[in-house]
């Protein structure tokens, strides 16, 4: 791995973990939509990125979230399943010529409807076990399925004009 990866690795990794606890933490639509942007950096790592290290990055980014938002392992926990499904998830949505060394798999690179395929179901699990680990044991069924659902869609959009602003076409990171 070449020494500007790796800055530029460290370097998103900060900024997002900065963001997130920093500007999104009270972001919060009609109290149900919540905002975990710092899900996206775990996405946009590039594709031929090993699952162990992705795991071990989706936990420090977890701890981080964890320590500012209080919430004692469940940014972390979820991070960590979405990190350890994603290499499987990119394996199935496989193009026919397979995929470039090094790149990242952003809707820039890949297009909108593959961006959606990927990321999409990504940001549900990953809402999907958070929310229920923050509500485990109560019957709040509904209340639950709304936020999983609103803070996907709300996360997915974000995400997609994060990567309009910031983010530019290229090979990799």
Known sequence: MSSRRVFLLVVGF????????MLLKNLVLFGTAFCFLYVLY?????VDFKTVPAML???????GVDLFYDTLGIHTASIVALAF???????ILTPTGGYDDDLQPSMLNMG??????YSLPL?????LLFFYIENLGTNLFLP?????????????IMSIIAQ??????????
């Open 14 to 21: 900060v900024l997002y973990l900065i963001i997130q606890v």
């Open 85 to 91: 499904v994603r290499a499987g998830w990119l394996k």
């Open 42 to 46: 775990i996405l946009l790592l590039p």
């Open 144 to 156: 639950v399925v709304q936020k999983i659902v609103y803070s996907t869609i709300f996360v997915f």
């Open 57 to 63: 990055i989706a936990f420090a980014l977890g701890l």
């Open 112 to 117: 909108f409807g593959w961006f959606l395929t």
């Open 164 to 173: 309009l602003l910031f983010y530019r076409r290229r090979r990799g990171i």
């Open 123 to 127: 940001f549900l699990l990953h809402h």
